[in-house]
Protein backbone atom coordinates (compact mmCIF):
# COMPACT_ATOMS: atom_id res chain seq x y z
CA UNK A 1 0.00 0.00 0.00
CA UNK A 2 1.16 3.67 0.16
CA UNK A 3 2.73 5.06 2.55
CA UNK A 4 0.86 8.74 3.30
CA UNK A 5 3.28 11.32 4.56
CA UNK A 6 6.52 10.08 3.57
CA UNK A 7 8.63 12.73 3.29
CA UNK A 8 11.91 12.81 0.89
CA UNK A 9 15.07 12.38 3.45
CA UNK A 10 16.81 15.53 2.78
CA UNK A 11 21.57 16.07 2.90
CA UNK A 12 22.33 19.74 3.26
CA UNK A 13 25.68 20.28 1.94
CA UNK A 14 28.01 23.30 2.03
CA UNK A 15 29.00 24.46 -1.89
CA UNK A 16 32.70 22.81 -2.56
CA UNK A 17 32.40 19.55 -0.21
CA UNK A 18 31.77 16.47 -0.86
CA UNK A 19 28.77 14.78 -1.13
CA UNK A 20 27.79 11.45 -0.24
CA UNK A 21 24.10 9.82 -1.13
CA UNK A 22 23.39 6.64 -0.05
CA UNK A 23 20.79 3.65 -0.79
CA UNK A 24 19.35 0.74 0.22
CA UNK A 25 18.40 -1.66 -2.41
CA UNK A 26 15.77 -4.36 -1.97
CA UNK A 27 16.50 -7.48 -4.46
CA UNK A 28 19.46 -9.54 -3.89
CA UNK A 29 18.50 -10.79 -8.02
CA UNK A 30 19.52 -7.10 -9.24
CA UNK A 31 22.99 -6.73 -10.91
CA UNK A 32 22.82 -3.13 -12.55
CA UNK A 33 21.96 -0.03 -10.82
CA UNK A 34 21.74 3.26 -11.75
CA UNK A 35 21.69 6.74 -10.38
CA UNK A 36 19.37 9.53 -11.53
CA UNK A 37 18.81 13.02 -10.62
CA UNK A 38 15.95 15.23 -11.09
CA UNK A 39 15.56 18.15 -10.90
CA UNK A 40 12.19 19.92 -9.88
CA UNK A 41 9.17 19.32 -12.52
CA UNK A 42 11.56 17.53 -15.02
CA UNK A 43 12.03 13.86 -15.57
CA UNK A 44 14.92 11.91 -13.54
CA UNK A 45 18.27 12.05 -15.96
CA UNK A 46 20.50 9.60 -15.65
CA UNK A 47 24.43 10.17 -13.75
CA UNK A 48 26.25 7.07 -13.65
CA UNK A 49 25.39 2.94 -13.41
CA UNK A 50 27.35 0.14 -12.26
CA UNK A 51 27.33 -3.32 -12.70
CA UNK A 52 27.00 -6.25 -10.12
CA UNK A 53 30.58 -7.75 -10.90
CA UNK A 54 32.24 -4.09 -9.84
CA UNK A 55 32.78 -2.50 -6.49
CA UNK A 56 33.50 1.23 -7.96
CA UNK A 57 33.16 3.51 -10.57
CA UNK A 58 33.69 6.63 -11.49
CA UNK A 59 32.34 9.64 -13.52
CA UNK A 60 33.40 13.11 -13.96
CA UNK A 61 32.88 14.21 -10.08
CA UNK A 62 30.89 11.22 -9.28
CA UNK A 63 31.70 7.85 -8.27
CA UNK A 64 29.37 5.16 -7.46
CA UNK A 65 30.33 2.22 -4.69
CA UNK A 66 28.20 -0.81 -4.30
CA UNK A 67 28.08 -3.18 -1.44
CA UNK A 68 26.38 -6.74 -2.40
CA UNK A 69 26.77 -8.19 0.49
CA UNK A 70 24.73 -5.86 2.76
CA UNK A 71 22.88 -4.71 -0.47
CA UNK A 72 23.95 -0.84 -0.70
CA UNK A 73 24.57 1.38 -2.88
CA UNK A 74 25.99 4.93 -2.67
CA UNK A 75 26.91 7.83 -4.62
CA UNK A 76 29.86 10.55 -4.17
CA UNK A 77 29.70 13.44 -5.79
CA UNK A 78 32.88 16.02 -5.23
CA UNK A 79 32.88 19.80 -4.89
CA UNK A 80 29.41 19.94 -4.61
CA UNK A 81 28.15 22.82 -6.75
CA UNK A 82 24.94 24.57 -6.40
CA UNK A 83 23.66 23.50 -9.88
CA UNK A 84 23.80 19.45 -7.75
CA UNK A 85 20.97 20.41 -6.25
CA UNK A 86 18.20 18.02 -6.89
CA UNK A 87 16.58 14.91 -5.72
CA UNK A 88 18.68 11.53 -6.65
CA UNK A 89 17.48 8.59 -7.17
CA UNK A 90 18.92 5.16 -7.39
CA UNK A 91 17.41 2.05 -9.47
CA UNK A 92 17.70 -1.38 -9.66
CA UNK A 93 17.10 -4.15 -12.35
CA UNK A 94 17.60 -7.85 -13.21
CA UNK A 95 19.64 -8.31 -16.17
CA UNK A 96 17.95 -10.62 -19.07
CA UNK A 97 13.98 -11.29 -19.30
CA UNK A 98 11.93 -8.44 -19.26
CA UNK A 99 13.84 -5.22 -18.25
CA UNK A 100 11.61 -3.65 -14.99
CA UNK A 101 13.66 -1.36 -13.13
CA UNK A 102 12.77 -0.44 -9.70
CA UNK A 103 13.20 3.03 -7.99
CA UNK A 104 14.34 3.95 -4.39
CA UNK A 105 12.67 6.90 -2.46
CA UNK A 106 14.99 9.19 -3.58
CA UNK A 107 17.23 11.99 -1.49
CA UNK A 108 17.11 15.62 -2.18
CA UNK A 109 20.32 17.36 -1.85
CA UNK A 110 20.47 20.97 -1.41
CA UNK A 111 23.66 22.77 -1.43
CA UNK A 112 24.49 25.68 0.42
CA UNK A 113 26.53 28.43 -1.18
CA UNK B 1 16.31 15.74 -31.64
CA UNK B 2 16.20 12.24 -30.56
CA UNK B 3 13.78 12.08 -27.65
CA UNK B 4 10.70 11.00 -25.55
CA UNK B 5 7.66 13.23 -25.70
CA UNK B 6 5.41 13.52 -23.24
CA UNK B 7 1.92 15.26 -23.91
CA UNK B 8 -0.05 16.90 -22.32
CA UNK B 9 2.13 18.70 -19.85
CA UNK B 10 -0.63 19.56 -17.66
CA UNK B 11 -4.13 17.91 -17.38
CA UNK B 12 -7.27 18.68 -15.41
CA UNK B 13 -9.94 15.82 -15.08
CA UNK B 14 -13.29 15.85 -13.20
CA UNK B 15 -13.86 12.94 -11.50
CA UNK B 16 -15.06 10.13 -13.07
CA UNK B 17 -13.58 10.73 -16.55
CA UNK B 18 -10.68 8.28 -18.19
CA UNK B 19 -7.66 10.35 -19.08
CA UNK B 20 -5.09 9.20 -21.88
CA UNK B 21 -1.69 10.41 -21.31
CA UNK B 22 0.74 10.67 -24.73
CA UNK B 23 4.01 8.99 -24.70
CA UNK B 24 6.08 9.16 -28.04
CA UNK B 25 9.80 8.41 -29.09
CA UNK B 26 12.35 8.64 -31.85
CA UNK B 27 14.63 6.86 -29.96
CA UNK B 28 13.76 3.21 -31.87
CA UNK B 29 14.11 2.04 -27.84
CA UNK B 30 12.12 -1.03 -27.73
CA UNK B 31 11.56 -1.04 -23.74
CA UNK B 32 9.25 1.87 -22.36
CA UNK B 33 7.88 2.32 -19.02
CA UNK B 34 5.32 4.31 -17.01
CA UNK B 35 5.86 5.51 -13.67
CA UNK B 36 4.00 7.65 -10.99
CA UNK B 37 5.56 9.98 -8.83
CA UNK B 38 3.83 11.34 -6.11
CA UNK B 39 4.95 14.71 -3.63
CA UNK B 40 8.11 13.61 -1.64
CA UNK B 41 8.12 9.70 -3.06
CA UNK B 42 9.92 8.13 -5.27
CA UNK B 43 8.71 6.78 -8.80
CA UNK B 44 6.55 3.42 -8.79
CA UNK B 45 6.00 1.65 -11.91
CA UNK B 46 2.75 1.40 -13.64
CA UNK B 47 3.49 -0.66 -16.85
CA UNK B 48 6.29 -1.57 -18.99
CA UNK B 49 6.40 -3.00 -22.19
CA UNK B 50 9.57 -5.10 -23.93
CA UNK B 51 8.13 -5.17 -27.66
CA UNK B 52 4.97 -3.95 -29.69
CA UNK B 53 1.99 -5.57 -28.66
CA UNK B 54 3.27 -6.78 -25.72
CA UNK B 55 2.89 -5.36 -21.75
CA UNK B 56 3.07 -6.30 -18.36
CA UNK B 57 1.84 -4.80 -15.07
CA UNK B 58 3.89 -2.72 -12.76
CA UNK B 59 3.66 -2.65 -9.07
CA UNK B 60 0.86 -0.64 -9.10
CA UNK B 61 -1.49 -1.13 -12.21
CA UNK B 62 -5.14 -0.77 -10.80
CA UNK B 63 -6.83 1.90 -12.57
CA UNK B 64 -4.62 2.26 -15.02
CA UNK B 65 -3.82 0.89 -19.15
CA UNK B 66 -1.94 0.89 -21.71
CA UNK B 67 -1.75 -0.20 -25.33
CA UNK B 68 1.70 -0.87 -27.36
CA UNK B 69 0.48 -0.80 -31.05
CA UNK B 70 3.77 1.09 -32.39
CA UNK B 71 6.99 0.99 -31.22
CA UNK B 72 7.10 4.62 -30.50
CA UNK B 73 4.50 5.09 -28.85
CA UNK B 74 3.07 3.90 -25.28
CA UNK B 75 -0.53 5.80 -24.46
CA UNK B 76 -1.53 5.51 -20.53
CA UNK B 77 -4.95 5.30 -19.47
CA UNK B 78 -5.91 6.73 -16.20
CA UNK B 79 -9.12 5.57 -15.64
CA UNK B 80 -12.43 6.38 -13.41
CA UNK B 81 -11.30 3.39 -11.44
CA UNK B 82 -8.19 4.81 -10.18
CA UNK B 83 -9.19 5.81 -6.61
CA UNK B 84 -6.36 8.64 -6.78
CA UNK B 85 -5.11 9.94 -9.69
CA UNK B 86 -3.50 13.05 -8.89
CA UNK B 87 0.08 12.67 -9.43
CA UNK B 88 3.21 13.28 -11.68
CA UNK B 89 3.34 10.88 -14.62
CA UNK B 90 6.38 9.59 -15.98
CA UNK B 91 7.09 7.43 -19.49
CA UNK B 92 10.71 6.47 -20.22
CA UNK B 93 12.09 4.18 -22.91
CA UNK B 94 14.87 2.39 -22.87
CA UNK B 95 16.98 0.02 -25.94
CA UNK B 96 15.89 -3.62 -25.03
CA UNK B 97 19.18 -4.84 -25.86
CA UNK B 98 20.25 -5.48 -22.28
CA UNK B 99 20.62 -3.36 -19.32
CA UNK B 100 20.70 0.27 -19.47
CA UNK B 101 19.36 3.64 -18.10
CA UNK B 102 15.99 4.54 -19.01
CA UNK B 103 15.58 7.98 -21.14
CA UNK B 104 12.74 10.05 -19.04
CA UNK B 105 10.11 12.29 -21.13
CA UNK B 106 9.41 15.94 -19.15
CA UNK B 107 6.14 14.16 -17.32
CA UNK B 108 2.65 14.89 -17.36
CA UNK B 109 1.22 16.13 -14.06
CA UNK B 110 -2.90 15.54 -13.71
CA UNK B 111 -4.78 17.08 -11.33
CA UNK B 112 -8.46 15.59 -10.68
CA UNK B 113 -11.03 18.64 -9.39
Known amino acids: GESVGLHLPTLSVQEGDNSIINCAYSNSASDYFIWYKQESGKGPQFIID?????DKRQGQRVTVLLNKTVKHLSLQIAATQPGDSAVYFCAEAVSGGYQKVTFGTGTKLQVIP | DGGITQSPKYLFRKEGQNVTLSCEQNLNHDAMYWYRQDPGQGLRLIYY???????QKGDIAEGYSVSREKKESFPLTVTSAQKNPTAFYLC????????????FGEGSRLTVL
Open chain 2, 49 to 55: SQIVNDF
Open chain 2, 92 to 103: ASKNGAGTGELF
Open chain 1, 50 to 54: IRSNM
